[in-house]
């Protein structure tokens, strides 16, 4: 076993191999949020009756009714579970990881694109033994324009979660490039989204965005209290281990937990409609900027620290009003997501062609056209903040960096949005595992991580090593998460 010596060496070495470092340009970012999303759905398209439901129940019709024939036994259930989740593992987690470490440059990227987009227009015209025996019953266009916003709001949320559980053990790995790495101060990495991007997640499925009252349980008590709790458990643990950690990214005590501690709080005291709360998201996140502005921006990226928590944790206290206007802009963005509201190009070709807008698929069509402007407005206005008024800073959560999380995260929805209106979502068992636990996965993930670290020197590993490694670690992860959806455990509270 190490010293207490040799392991602050370690430490030290793993702080550094994190630190300083100036993040890749906002045209790679953009390629790796539409490439990720391509995989999810290759998926769709993949041979259906490899899936073969084993534990279909077989019926056959007498007398006008249906009657069983034989029931599934538990053993053929499980088998059926497993096999759908090995093959989720190898369609999606297998060839993102790969994407994230060993497919290092731009051009293998857009590769490996126009090959995922070329299988996608593979048809599957080979139905599955549980689509030869079910009966079906066609929804109607209500049902299905819920159906469709729940599909591509769950995929989205799960691809986002899928990046965050591989990036956070990925990068302290020498396989994982760098340049996708946090910034230190300014830069536009892949893994600076990840925040912003589990605030915008939680945000868009929040009750306030599905218009729904706040809830009877604890009210601001229950929203909060378990994220405070986190916070410390992470901070006594980080603290009372020695594990690494980079003081400059949140502060001495601050942490992830203790940001959406703060943006709950918050948006609890201050509750507003959800049709306003673009415009007080603005307004707040437009101070703050004024503020960064006038002089707040060399102060929290500078090393003065004085002796009071305020000054200690000075970037997690600040940035959390940024992420606050994020959440609200976000719920809006949400509630559009969530209700169907009219099209703004829809509106346009109706006054230009004096014609009535269609119903059903075609609003689908026509929402998904508007979060493609959306999408597009929000990348030039990053561009130009970025280039005009201050560069995209993750550690004080300044309005460029609001505009770039959004944009990306737009990017994968609209993109979800398309994909589900090709063509027909099939159930993923994977996407339904974590999206039924998204914190706890996260959870999960950051505890697999902390003991990947501390039972080997990382930075030391080779390239073929660190690979089995990441896959061993995305495999535990899957497993147990499985086991508890296979368990119908449930945790959510944010």
Known sequence: MDSPSAFNVHKRLKEEFVSNL????????????????????????????????????????????????????????????????????????????????????????????????????????????????????????????????????????????????????????????????????????????GVGSFVVANALVSRQARNLPPSKYGGVLRNVSPLLILGLARLIVTKGVDYQEHVAEYGVHWNFFFTLAGVAL??????????????????????YQMMLSGGL????????????????????????????????????LGHYLNFKHASILEWFWQMSNTQKGGTGTMSQWWAAADIGLLDLALWLLTIYMDHTVERISRRTCNLAYVLFVLAQNFEVIGIFMVADLLFPPKPILVLEVFNHNLLPSFLLANLLTGLVNMSMHTIFVSSSKAFATLLAYLAALVGMMALAEANKLRLKFW
Not at 144 to 167: D, E, G, I, N, P
Not at 273 to 282: A, D, E, R, V
Not at 301 to 321: D, H, M, Y
């Open 22 to 193: 100036h993040g890749t340009t906002m045209l790679e970012v953009g390629v790796l949020s539409a490439i990720i999303p391509v995989l999810g759905f290759m998926s769709f398209s993949f041979p259906s009756h490899l899936y073969g439901s084993f534990a279909a129940v077989k019926r056959t019709k007498t007398n006008g009714s249906d009657k069983d024939l034989s029931k599934p036994s538990r053993s053929a259930m499980a088998f059926d579970f497993v096999s759908k989740l090995v093959l989720d593992f190898m369609v999606i987690f297998v060839p993102t990881l790969a994407c994230l470490t060993v497919c290092l440059s731009l051009a293998t990227l857009v590769l490996q694109l126009l090959a995922a987009l070329a299988n996608l227009f593979c048809k599957d015209y080979i139905p599955s033994y549980s689509q030869q025996q079910s009966p079906k019953v066609k929804p109607s266009p209500k049902e299905q324009v819920k159906s469709s916003q729940k599909a591509y709001l769950s995929s989205y949320r799960f691809v986002m979660m899928l990046v965050t559980c591989v990036t956070i053990l990925a990068v302290d790995f020498t396989v994982f490039p760098r340049r996708y790495a946090k910034t230190e101060t300014y830069g536009s990495g892949l893994m600076d989204i």
């Open 266 to 287: 918050l948006t609890s005291f201050i509750h507003v409609p959800p049709t306003y709360c673009g415009s007080l998201g603005i307004a707040i996140l437009s101070v």
């Open 297 to 332: 921006n060399r102060y929290l990226l500078s090393s003065e620290r004085g002796p009071g928590f305020l000054s200690l944790n000075k970037e997690g206290v600040a940035s959390t009003f940024g992420y606050w206007g994020l959440y609200l802009i976000s719920i809006q």
